[in-house]
């Protein structure tokens, strides 16, 4: 739960509520559409009330409220059942050698 009710990086006039996000916490949302894509989820309520993307707010006269996830959704599934070999690998990339006959994803 992240409450940007009294956030001093929000600009004093209204702006809408996607571009407010961006503004406060652009490590959080550092695209509009990423505040967009969570408004729309209704993870941001104003007022007590969930938000739209076109609503008007402005820091210190409205209470913006943004629900997260409380736990991480990854969950390990243990070692896979034969050697993966890393042909190449950076910050961002990776690429594997995956070996014909065996399963890339776990059955559903």
Do not use: W
């Amino acid at each position: 739960l992240a409450d940007y009710s009294k956030s001093s990086e929000a600009p004093a006039s209204e702006m809408k509520l996607s571009a407010f996000l961006h503004a406060v916490d652009p490590d959080r949302f550092p695209t509009l559409s990423s505040s967009r894509k969570t408004v729309r989820k209704g993870l941001v309520h104003v007022n007590g009330q969930v938000g739209k993307v076109h609503h008007l707010v402005m820091s210190g006269r409205d209470s913006v409220l943004v629900m997260g996830r409380t736990e991480s959704s990854f969950k390990p599934y243990g070692e896979p059942p034969f050697h993966i070999d890393v042909l190449y690998e950076d910050d961002v990339f990776a690429c594997v050698y995956k070996p014909p006959g065996y399963c890339s994803h776990p059955p559903a």
